[in-house]
């Protein structure tokens, strides 16, 4: 019994360090991972490793979402995510937030938000007053004028900030993995704060009435880094865990898992 262990032993471990790696994105790179698949309760965990994880404030409903579950906000204040001790990226650091989400509510409302509300120093990516995708800095804004996202379909937004920018307008917009190329808005200077406010999905209790989504989110993440067209569309194609690697990880646990039994049922 004791041969047949360490023969399984060599036989995982060649299994663990031959399996594909689908990730070209760093995972070191991801700040935050919240895949919704919980199913239940009122936490979102963070999948990062990063333990960022989420409370729900107010009702929790989950369904199906693009990948697995999903977390469907109800639009009215109190109804949100916050990521409790997490205050985001600041300065004019480079990131990108992504994330999928549904909703056929037509009007503005609040996706990821962190900062402080004051000119330069807030950071909210959202859902502008045309229905179009849209992120601003508090006096400064980049949305696009096309297309709709409240058509009772799922949309994939990314919201990439570049190595070097400086203001709002260098942000460079997806939806659906295509870049935003008709686009507006103020152009005012980042300079993120991270010393007032938590991270909120859904809502933004420190902005007037917050403008509190209704829809589904899911697959929501932030990135310390500025990634490319080929990456958004690699998470937006596979899903965070596939582009990440997660599943490989939940293998390599499996395995040794399964090897400490049989090294115990071997002695």
Same mark, same amino acid.
């Given at each position: 019994?004791?041969?047949?262990?360490?023969?399984?032993?060599?036989?995982?471990?060649?299994?663990?360090? #031959?399996?594909?790696? +689908?990730?070209?994105?760093?995972?070191?790179?991801?700040?935050?991972? /919240?895949?919704?698949?919980?199913?239940?309760?009122?936490?979102?965990?963070?999948?990062?490793?990063?333990?960022?994880?989420?409370?729900?404030? #107010?009702?929790?409903? /989950?369904?199906?979402?693009?990948?697995?579950?999903?977390?469907? !906000?109800?639009?009215?204040?109190?109804?949100?995510? $916050?990521?409790?001790?997490?205050?985001? $990226?600041?300065?004019?650091?480079?990131?990108?937030?992504? !994330?999928?989400?549904?909703?056929?509510?037509?009007?503005?409302?609040? !996706?990821?938000? /962190?900062?402080?509300?004051?000119?330069?120093?807030?950071?909210?990516?959202?859902?502008?007053?045309?229905?179009?995708?849209?992120?601003?800095?508090?006096?400064?804004?980049?949305?696009?004028?096309?297309?709709?996202?409240?058509?009772?379909?799922?949309?994939?937004?990314?919201?990439?900030?570049?190595?070097?920018?400086?203001?709002?307008?260098?942000?460079?917009?997806?939806?659906?993995?295509? +870049?935003?190329?008709?686009?507006?808005?103020?152009?005012?200077?980042?300079?993120?704060?991270?010393?007032?406010?938590?991270?909120?999905?859904?809502?933004?209790?420190?902005?007037?009435? #917050?403008?509190?989504?209704?829809?589904?989110?899911?697959?929501?993440?932030?990135?310390?880094?500025?990634?490319?067209?080929?990456?958004?569309?690699?998470?937006?194609?596979?899903?965070?865990?596939?582009?990440?690697?997660?599943?490989?990880?939940?293998?390599?646990?499996?395995? /040794?898992?399964?090897?400490?039994?049989?090294?115990?049922?071997?002695?």
């Amino acid at each position: 019994m004791k041969h047949l262990a360490i023969g399984f032993l060599i036989l995982a471990f060649c299994l663990v360090v #031959g399996m594909p790696s +689908e990730a070209e994105i760093d995972p070191a790179k991801a700040e935050a991972v /919240w895949l919704f698949d919980d199913g239940a309760g009122g936490k979102v965990v963070d999948s990062s490793g990063h333990k960022r994880n989420g409370t729900i404030v #107010g009702k929790d409903k /989950w369904v199906k979402g693009k990948f697995g579950g999903g977390l469907e !906000l109800n639009g009215t204040q109190n109804n949100e995510v $916050i990521i409790e001790g997490y205050k985001g $990226i600041g300065g004019n650091s480079p990131r990108t937030t992504v !994330l999928w989400y549904w909703t056929k509510k037509a009007g503005r409302c609040r !996706l990821v938000c /962190w900062g402080a509300n004051d000119t330069a120093i807030k950071y909210h990516v959202r859902i502008h007053e045309g229905d179009t995708f849209r992120v601003e800095t508090q006096g400064g804004q980049l949305f696009a004028n096309k297309p709709k996202l409240t058509d009772g379909e799922w949309h994939h937004l990314a919201c990439v900030f570049p190595p070097g920018g400086k203001m709002c307008h260098d942000h460079i917009l997806y939806v659906d993995g295509v +870049e935003i190329k008709d686009r507006g808005g103020n152009n005012v200077g980042v300079d993120t704060d991270t010393k007032t406010n938590d991270v909120e999905i859904g809502w933004n209790k420190w902005v007037g009435h #917050g403008d509190p989504a209704q829809g589904v989110f899911d697959e929501v993440a932030i990135f310390s880094t500025a990634l490319s067209e080929k990456d958004v569309n690699d998470i937006m194609n596979k899903g965070l865990a596939v582009a990440l690697s997660v599943s490989p990880k939940e293998k390599l646990t499996t395995i /040794w898992g399964s090897l400490k039994t049989i090294r115990y049922l071997g002695n």
